[in-house]
């Protein structure tokens, strides 16, 4: 018997996202299979849209306080009374391979105690590998994503045990959950929710898996605050620059990833591991200042659907892309 799977879709506003991830959704699932979105105040009309189209939904509502980790427990709450066996982690602004819940299905029968989440390609450059899952060195300080910007070139087909998982489609044993480990959406309401939580679930014993044969493709444009100033998406300024080190909306801001340092990390390593990161952080931000001196917005092309199957880069231009923030 197939077990049953609960999508769990945070948004807030962003509906022109939100409904075709949905409509593609909804011909992958088996009929016990549930879609739930949790809208954390939006004023796109996101819950009405998603009514009149899609009334088999569950549109779970926020204030606007919950973010993206206080989101994903809501869900996850709902879809454990209603008899969830996994959860599936998925973001709104991402491009779905026909084939990528049936692969991570399939990723979790192997591997029965784990978390399987997607191989994640940049959807405006879909030869790249965007995520490959997360490693941590501390004794060298270093914190990274595996394979970010190298081409999708056959190097990238194995599955891959990480030490954290981004949290863009990443399937969830329920058993995660039943033993305690939720997302901590006191410490880290929007950036490194995920990685914590991956993290406090590998050290209770569960695995975390990569399964490269699942792909979603993520809409870099749609990325938070500090890609996008790296990327040229936002025009650099100061003021840009300090919201990227205080905001919560920042995976680079000390209050989620300085914070994330100091709970995992052993206290040895604090300083060589802060100081790697943002030193590394403060170099790139100096390397987008001088490349874009206008201070004009970079576009990104725009996404072609039909540009999911290349095996090789296209002839566009491709931006320098950075990897260990977002």
Not at 40 to 57: A, K, Y
Not at 281 to 301: G, V
Request: hydrophobic share 45%; with cysteine.
């Amino acid at each position: 018997m197939r077990r049953r799977v609960f999508v769990v879709i945070p948004v807030h506003n962003g509906i022109e996202h939100t409904l075709p991830t949905v409509r593609a959704l909804i011909p992958l699932l088996h009929p016990a299979d549930r879609i739930v979105v949790v809208d954390d105040g939006s004023t796109d009309g996101t819950r009405d849209i998603l009514h009149g189209e899609h009334p088999e939904v569950a549109v779970l509502a926020g204030d606007g306080t919950l973010w993206w980790s206080g989101a994903i427990n809501l869900g996850a709450r709902y879809a454990l009374q209603q008899g969830a066996d996994f959860i599936l982690f998925l973001n709104n602004d991402v491009v779905l391979h026909p084939q990528f819940l049936e692969e991570l299905l399939i990723g979790a029968a192997e591997h029965p105690r784990a978390l399987i989440a997607s191989k994640i390609l940049n959807a405006d450059e879909p030869w790249k590998v965007w995520c490959m899952g997360g490693k941590v060195d501390w004794l060298q300080g270093r914190h990274w994503v595996l394979g970010h910007n190298e081409l999708d070139d056959g190097r990238w087909e194995e599955p891959i045990e990480a030490d954290w998982l981004a949290g863009m489609s990443v399937l969830v044993p329920v058993q995660v959950f039943l033993e305690g480990i939720w997302v901590d959406r006191r410490a880290f309401p929007q950036y490194s929710g995920d990685s914590d939580f991956s993290l406090r679930a590998h050290r209770a014993g569960f695995r975390l898996v990569v399964w490269p044969k699942s792909r979603i493709y993520n809409k870099v444009q749609c990325s938070g605050l500090t890609t996008r100033l790296l990327l040229g998406l936002e025009p650099f300024s100061l003021r840009l620059f300090v919201e990227s080190l205080t905001s919560i909306k920042s995976s680079a801001a000390f209050c989620t990833f300085g914070k994330f340092v100091l709970r995992h990390a052993p206290a040895w390593s604090w300083l060589l591991t802060l100081g790697r990161f943002y030193g590394f952080y403060f170099l790139k931000c100096l390397q987008a200042f001088i490349r874009n001196p206008s201070r004009q917005i970079k576009k990104m092309p725009e996404f072609q659907p039909r540009e999911l199957s290349m095996g090789k880069r296209a002839a566009s231009a491709s931006p320098e892309l950075i990897g260990d923030f977002d």
